[in-house]
């Protein structure tokens, strides 16, 4: 599908902000977006790059009375050397395509969506910061737009995308977060939307991550949704835990995200001889492992932190220090190793960046 890209005007074009210590996550936004149009009848058609800014949707469309609606998070970033190169593209567009699919959704075509956000990018180059730790991080967005009430698969949709230059997603940087094991309310359950990328399900965490924040805790933990007994995964991140000296994390279900930055630890860290265990994780043996010394670390991946040390679990009304409380040697490990591949300081034998130009 050609792609148009249509004119900046010189008013509407804005600098790229001078303070990357200042960019914050997700709160300045660059100067063009990509777009596509679907219907029933056309299909996929009118795949552009635009000037950013508001989109004009009917008060009756479908996405704002019955959710229709899908998102990614993917980053690019600007190595020493002048090139610009994104993590794992490819895994985005697959799980992008799995979240439409349980959302009654059309797929995007992959060569749409990696070929578009890879013009974008090209276009805002210049958007891209190049201080450690900062990175552009890219928003892929598709929704309901057709202009109908009543509960049935929209025949109209609107793929979007837009670009967000940031800095750390916590204000503590990579400094160990404090973690709030929610024991009633529910995310997802199996069956449900849990392993979508879809905006309920975080519209369904913000009340217990409002009560988390009022308690000190910057996240929720996840239990599953049937006994609130396994763990499952972090309001915006996949749990693993260092038990033993093994890295352990819970089975993917469909009650939660798979993750791409999961999957990377995982196989990154049996090219590097940690050894590493898949099972279910119940909260009172994880618990009691925390207080005897068994579990040692713990950290958090997704695409906006990367990789998060946990320094502290509260359960009911008590806290529980994993470890010295501080960042653990095999977090620090797999962080540097991941971040290190991902701004090309270190050798990309997995073959996961996706170089941009």
């Not at 201080?131 to 929704?143: C, F, K």
């Not at 698969?153 to 979007?160: G, R, S």
């Not at 695409?303 to 040697?329: C, H, N, Q, R, W």
Request: negative net charge; proline residues 7%; aromatic residues 10%.
């Amino acid at each position: 599908m050609a792609i148009r890209v249509e004119p900046l005007p010189e008013k509407r074009r804005k600098a790229p902000p001078s303070d990357q210590a200042g960019l914050g996550f997700g709160q300045i936004f660059t100067n063009r977006m990509l777009k596509a149009e679907w219907d029933v009848h056309r299909g996929w058609h009118d795949a552009r790059i635009e000037p950013y800014g508001p989109l004009a949707l009917d008060p009756a469309a479908k996405v704002f009375h019955y959710g229709q609606e899908v998102f990614e998070g993917l980053k690019a970033y600007r190595w020493q050397d002048g090139r610009v190169a994104m993590f794992r593209p490819q895994m985005n567009a697959a799980r992008f395509n799995r979240s439409a699919a349980r959302l009654a959704l059309p797929e995007v075509p992959e060569n749409l969506f990696l070929e578009g956000i890879d013009a974008l990018v090209r276009l805002e180059e210049d958007w891209i910061p190049s201080a450690a730790g900062t990175s552009l991080y890219i928003r892929p967005t598709l929704i309901a737009v057709e202009p109908r009430l009543g509960v049935s698969p929209a025949d109209q949709c609107l793929f979007f995308v837009i670009l967000s230059p940031v800095g750390a997603y916590y204000a503590a940087g990579f400094n160990p977060v404090r973690i709030l094991v929610e024991d009633y309310y529910v995310r997802a359950v199996p069956g449900g939307t849990g392993t979508a990328k879809t905006g309920g399900n975080y519209a369904s965490s913000l009340v217990a991550g409002r009560k988390a924040k009022e308690r000190g805790f910057e996240q929720v933990l996840w239990l599953d949704g049937i006994r609130r007994r396994y763990v499952e995964e972090v309001g915006a991140m996949n749990i693993f835990f260092v038990i033993d000296g093994a890295l352990v994390t819970p089975p993917l279900t469909d009650s939660f995200l798979a993750g791409v930055t999961r999957d990377s630890v995982l196989e990154l860290a049996e090219t590097l001889g940690i050894p590493v265990t898949v099972r279910p994780v119940e909260i009172d043996d994880l618990l009691a492992g925390v207080r005897s010394g068994r579990v040692s670390e713990a950290f958090g991946t997704g695409t906006a932190a990367v990789i998060s040390p946990v320094g502290v679990l509260g359960y009911k009304d008590e806290i529980f220090t994993i470890g010295s409380g501080d960042v653990g040697p095999m977090t620090r490990r797999l962080y540097d190793e991941v971040t290190g591949i991902q701004c090309g300081r270190l050798p990309d034998s997995l073959g996961w960046m996706h170089e941009v130009r």
